[in-house]
């Protein structure tokens, strides 16, 4: 069910959601936090699709700001909010409200996605584009206990990593990150088999991968030595070679969604380790809502005493 609103506010937007859930008999509210995604038209439907999807492992209200630009005087002069809100199958297993602003409004949405807000839950913001240097001072991030950006959004991702390294704080994490979940799980599992000491190390990867990066940097703090970095044809991160006295661990993924794991003395074998949908990136980090420590280390460089 769609109900379109022009011209609109919080309390009329709140009181559809009311009359939405009870038109289709499901008046009681199920979901366990609140999805803020702020982006831009163009964007805007693969990210609600994401959103949508990961909410049937996380029930939750999503609300998505969509700032629009000024075309005439009479746009930049009145402030208006339009929202469409969703609901029942239009909305996953949860509620959508898209919320269109104009004018000076959209330099204060966060006074329009306060009241919106499910009561007493988590609330998530993600930029799936154009994301704020510093997250946690954004007004919308400051209303999140999480707050998820995309390094692969942006043009100059080593410039902006750098950035988010003076400016991050507790919440602050980004999908790039996510992206190496299971490249991490892999590489512990390997040395956990191997038990040796790593005294060299290299990460292969495309020209200016920020998970490239990232990986290197963690790496680099937890294991005390310095990594390569090896430009590959990609795509993203093909490959991890960890040098040991006893020959080299190396996990390899020229292509495809399968890698091959070689450990000394041992065949080789293959793994999967596919690039995975943005949906289930969303689904994993809304399974912890705490300050992600790891990544932390991995974008300051740094191992804090209580990591090390």
Known sequence: MKIDLTDTTASKINKALVRGRRAIGTPAVGMVLTMVIVTDEEN??????????????????????????????????????????????????GETVVLRTYGEVSDHADSVVLPLLLPDAPVVVWWPVDAPDAPAKDPLGAL????????????RPMEVLDTRSRTYAPGDTDLAWTRLTLWRSMLAAALDQARTEVTSAAVEAEQDNPSAELLSRWLEARLGVTVDRVVSAG???????????????????????????????????TLALKVRATSEL??????????????AIALTGEATKENA
């Open 144 to 155: 999140a206990q999480r707050r998820i950006t995309d390094l692969y959004a942006v043009e």
């Open 282 to 295: 969303i689904a994993e980090e809304l399974r912890r809502l705490d300050a992600d420590e790891m990544y």
């Open 44 to 93: 805007a439907y693969d990210s609600i699709k994401a959103a949508e999807d990961a909410s049937r492992e996380h029930p939750s209200r999503t609300l998505v700001v969509i700032k629009r630009h000024a075309r005439t005087l009479r746009d930049r002069t009145h402030s208006r909010l339009d929202a469409e809100v969703r609901v029942g199958s239009e909305a996953g297993t």
């Open 235 to 269: 795509p993203v991160v093909t490959a991890v070679r960890l040098g040991t006295a006893n020959g080299e661990i190396v996990i390899d993924r020229p292509e495809g969604p399968l890698a091959t794991l070689t450990l000394p003395g041992q065949p080789p074998r």
